[in-house]
């Protein structure tokens, strides 16, 4: 099965059932449909092929789905781009994936169309929406045409510029898909996760990792055509955009909302839709727990699930005790196998500290340092076995031979999670501590090095050093440590400005400390636990 035949199903069998709520537009499944379809062949017609990467750097929007399904069905792979990465981060995914066309806002023109023009393999641009004041196409150092002007000189290294709407309206005739010429095994998605080393690995993700994973989640949240999702979460983050491909394949209707800056409008938009799902990370809930829900009719809402990062227990019982009715369902995952395991409602009260066991179609170890299974209570790596396993990292052999080698379960390599855990004697997981020091904030992952490397980018900053520290609404607050270049001067203000100008808003440390020294190793190491203890 392959992914976009989740919707082409659901459009054939309930077409004029609503697919998608984005502000004051509705799609139904027809028009999802058609629509992806019409924006499939313009793919093909600029010559996006079978394995091609499409790079989609949209917030959540009608676009973003019309586009990650015209991709699927044009056999090529999508890669879905945080709408707030900045241009350094945004060329390295293209330069290193090779994408071959990508859809953005027209307002982001100005902003990274000179790296837009230095994307070795970029072709083909397209624009949604209207372009902003002062970001008109064309304009000096843009690097940009203006959108419709056709393909540039050859030789000329700028890629064609052409808007979405004039290209759904030139192939308005093609409303069935594209012929099929993939199969489940090539890539379906290519999924950047920050790591260890700060360099974003490419999750290469198959179609069969993709369908399975969906299945899965539908079997253990017992979703229904009659269920709606409101999801706040990002389709960059693998969390939100599985929301949109699982409601694709059970028929029910996926509400986008920006984010959840304002939880007001997002609860009261749930109340009018009469939304039954809301997937949040344990940052939101924090948020939901500073309100007066008794003020919301939230009746309509059956379950409530958590990732991202671990639910803290007193969260999952406050929540619990102000939404009875409503089942809390805590959740682990990575990018590199989508979801691992559930903790089934009835279980919360009695293990809320648990993540849960395996989800269906999977099988999870714990491993000492040898790979050899441990015991109850004994803390070990988790291991990971299933069709759900990512395929590996795109063009990084080695990272891929780390993470998925020879395990306790099989014959074939599993997946190494690098994360720590232990079981209890029924086989419920509680998740202990990472191996590496990566940081997740907000539910998302922020890797320490990617933070200091920015850092140390300013030219007054000689040495960076970042740690998470625990935070009661973020998981973990990113706290960033710098000693300054001899005889300069720079406040902690002038740094986080700087950091914001170049990393994605949730990656922005919460503080920064600028200190005459760091502490260190004998070995010359900074001591990063050194400084996690003076905060915590």
Known sequence: MLVESFLEQTAAATPDK???????ERLSYAELETRSNRLAHALAAKGVRRGDRVAIYL???VEAVVSLFATLKAGAVFMMVNPTAKAEKLAYMLNNSRARAIVLPARKRAAVGQTLAEATHLQTVITTGKAGSGDTAGQAGSGTPAAGSGTPAAGSGIPEWAMMEELLARHASDTSPPPKKHIDLDLAGLLYTSGSTGTPKGVMATHRNMVSASLSIISYLENTPDDLILNVLPLSFGYG??????????GGTVVLEPSFAYPHAVLARLIDERATGLPLVPTMVSMLLQMDLAKYN???????????????????ERLRGLLPRVKIIPMYGQTECARVTYLAPEQLDRRPTSVGRGMPNQETAIVDEQGSRVGPGAVGELVVRGSHVMKGYWEMPEATREKLRPGPIGDEPVLFTGDLFRADEEGYLYFVGRKDDI???????????????????????AEAAVVGVPDKLLGEAIAAFVTLKPGVKVTERELLRHCADHLEDFMVPQTIEIRDSLPRTDNGKIQKRALQGVLS
């Open 18 to 24: 609503t697919a998608l709520v984005c502000g004051h």
């Open 59 to 61: 917030g959540n929007s």
């Open 241 to 250: 955009l599985y929301h949109v491909l699982m409601a694709a394949r059970f």
């Open 298 to 316: 939230l009746s309509c809402l059956r379950y409530i699930t958590t990732a991202g990062a671990a639910l803290p227990a007193k969260h999952a």
């Open 439 to 461: 940081i997740k904030s907000r539910g998302e992952k922020v890797s320490p090095k990617e933070v200091e490397d920015v850092l140390c980018r300013h030219p007054d900053v």
